[in-house]
T-cell receptor, first 115, second 112 residues
Framework: NAGVMQNPRHLVRRRGQEARLRCSPM?????VYWYRQLPEEGLKFMVY????????ESGMPKERFSAEFPKEGPSILRIQQVVRGDSAAYFC?????????????FGQGTRLTVV | KQEVTQIPAALSVPEGENLVLNCSFT??????LQWFRQDPGKGLTSLLL?????REQTSGRLNASLDKSSGRSTLYIAASQPGDSATYLC???????????FGKGTKLTVNP
């Protein structure tokens, strides 16, 4: 049973370009979460999605960031017009569902560098 | 607003020592608490999950405790090994929420 798969592992973008980060949850998991880890900072929640629905996007920056989890295919975190401050590690996690003792499993992360 | 603090920020010990990592949180209304391990440039590996109704969980040389009323958790590592060197993260899942709130971690170095 493969774990949470994220790709690419490393992504370099020039300022102003778009970054697309992909996440395939564990088999049987329908809940996906995105977190961002800035240098020397802890992981910060960004968004929580179920298939075709955004449930909680309270941690998403208001502009340039969007996320989706289509019926088919991986979840996508999209950053438009990237800036240097977007350089960070972006982690995806998945879980089976909404239960108070549900465990979240994390992927290896995508390390975005904006040059 | 939930805040998670981990002390110390860094810890260096000789191989074989037993050690304790500390985690505190400000709001006791949590569903569970997870301890993770993060190796440099890698993802997070879940070590232990303690449910809000539990006091402790054990896995091999690891033992995690939870005192929800005082907002504290500890991760005890017995007979440390160089392979235990990593950053250890504590995260709480807030009650009524799906999000995890993380501490900044404790960077552990076990010297041979």
């Amino acid at each position: 049973n493969a774990g949470v798969m994220q790709n690419p592992r490393h992504l370099v973008r020039r300022r102003g370009q778009e970054a697309r980060l992909r996440c395939s949850p564990m088999k049987g998991h329908s809940h996906v979460y995105w977190y961002r880890q800035l240098p020397e900072e802890g992981l910060k929640f960004m968004v929580y999605l179920q298939k075709e629905n955004i449930i909680d996007e309270s941690g998403m920056p208001k502009e340039r960031f969007s996320a989706e989890f289509p019926k088919e295919g991986p979840s996508i975190l999209r950053i438009q017009q990237v800036v240097r401050g977007d350089s960070a590690a972006y982690f995806c996690a998945s879980s089976k569902g909404v239960h108070q003792n549900t465990e979240a499993f994390f992927g290896q992360g995508t390390r975005l560098t904006v040059v | 607003k939930q805040e998670v603090t981990q002390i110390p920020a860094a810890l260096s010990v000789p191989e074989g020592e037993n050690l304790v990592l500390n985690c505190s949180f400000t709001d006791s209304a949590i569903y569970n608490l997870q301890w993770f391990r993060q190796d440099p440039g890698k993802g997070l590996t879940s070590l232990l999950l303690i449910q809000s109704s539990q006091r402790e969980q054990t896995s091999g040389r690891l033992n995690a405790s939870l005192d929800k009323s005082s907002g504290r958790s500890t991760l005890y590592i017995a007979a440390s090994q160089p392979g235990d060197s990593a950053t250890y993260l504590c995260a709480v899942r807030e009650g009524g929420s799906e999000k995890l709130v993380f501490g900044k971690g404790t960077k552990l170095t076990v010297n041979p």
